[in-house]
């Protein structure tokens, strides 16, 4: 029987189940399928597209290599499918598992409900640490331990292509979507080729100071792994990555302790824990799909502004999403994302920060756009982590960033802020986080004036940090919110003490919860 591998955030040949799968069975027909309900959907950009479409690219000619076409096509995939079948006639279908949006969720439905009515075999693998219909949480990083240990799947070396001709091929090359917006300027190049050498670059030389540099934004671009993206889209494996790490680490210890590049067990280390971390954030949307639309934790239900925003709210999102909140480091940022679609996972934490309790809205109101600027969007880590930062979880602490702090500590000599706000740089080291203290004399002589040349603070950060967290850990305290955080810990938490925490007994005054690390994928690795 024909075997149709319908590649979706998987773009490689190497340790791909389904391939390998299929190979094993008879003729392969490699399928990847340009959906409308998924690329019109308003978490996906241009960007996105332009990742995917380099990658489709480098995947093309790797299959060529092995005697195969990639059969691209556009439209719903239950109605792709049937059109297959009438072309091609008795196939079976073989992917991996994807926890995405709900969009994809509901996809997946209406295809399995495609394939039982028309009779045909759809086998679905793991791809990452994530299980399916999981029961219970615990001892899921010893399963996690397990699918990581298992042998990588090797390129098939012998794979048949299908007898017959195949009709209405789509030309990659002449694909044009339209987007409202244009693609980012700056934005990490797509491919496997680009992400194995992302992979070995880290592991050999950029990853030696991983763990002390991933929180500047001066450094992290540089030396964090930058391989989010590329296991957003499946260019490189998880396991891939594990493998490769454990190798190198075997052979640091294999070295005399002097010849060993300093940090860099201790940066492996740190890295490790983020691949455990990428499939444990994504383990909570497989488990609850909702976590896209609302809290996490429902004692946390309009505490915020769920529904039509304010005048006022719609110009505050509007300034942050501009770079125009007045707040130099909360601004840069944002410019950066802009530019390149990646920001260090930091960073990332001050924006929703900000957004959340500074701003006071609601997470669902910065997130999706938020999931247009992140390159390395994957849902099943961008909604828990952004409702981690905006403090609705119940089981994490309450993290509320200080954008002048922060300033200082991770850009001490304005750097960063004059590299991304160009109108800043004659703005002395003073008042370069705070420029809105410059003396009006100053202003002028410098030609910056604060509410034409820069915009003036859109907030007293300090007084609206002060009623979110007065808010916030107020309705904590409540015993049922308490309990019901009980509850969204046995379900989400990690059972790693030094993580995800559970929360307090009843008698206690607050909640004693660890602070959680953040995630591949919602803020890099």
Known sequence: MLHIVWFKRDLRLSDHAPLAHAAARGPVLPLYVIEPDVFQADDFAHQHWGFIRESLVELREDLHALGLPLIIRHGEMSTVLTDLKNEIGRFALASHEETGNDITFQRDRRVAAWCYEHGVPWQQFRQHGVIRALTDRNRWASRWDAQMSEPLINEPANISAPRQEIFSIENLDAISLNFGEADKPNRQSGGRARGIDLLLSFLEVRGQNYRSAMSSPLSAADECSRLSTHFAYGTVSIR???HALWGKRTALL????????????????????????????????????AIEFRNVHRGFDGVRNEGALTIEERA????????????????????????TGWINFRMRAMLVSFASYQLWLHW?????????????????????????????????????????????????????????????ALVPDAYIFEPWTMPQTLQEHIGVIIGRDYAAPIVDHLESAKFARDTLWALRKNDGVRDVAKQVYKKHGSRNPAREGRPGRKKTPTVPIIHAQLSLGFDES
């Open 254 to 289: 294999a070295m005399h302790e002097q010849e060993r590049p300093t940090n860099l067990l201790a940066s492996l280390k740190s890295f490790e824990s983020r691949l455990h971390w990428h499939c444990h954030f994504i383990q909570k949307l497989e488990s609850e799909p």
């Open 240 to 242: 891939e990555a594990a």
């Open 364 to 424: 669902r109101h910065t997130s999706v756009y938020l999931a247009t600027q992140f390159l390395d969007y994957e849902p099943g880590i961008h909604y828990p982590q952004v409702q981690m930062q905006s403090g609705v979880t119940g089981i994490n602490t309450i993290r509320i960033y200080n954008p002048i702090k922060q300033a200082h500590d991770q850009d001490p000599q304005g750097v960063f802020v004059r590299r991304w706000l160009p109108n800043l």
């Open 316 to 339: 505050k999102l509007l300034a942050w999403k501009r770079g125009e909140t007045g707040y130099p480091m909360i601004d840069a940022c944002m410019k950066m994302l802009h530019n």
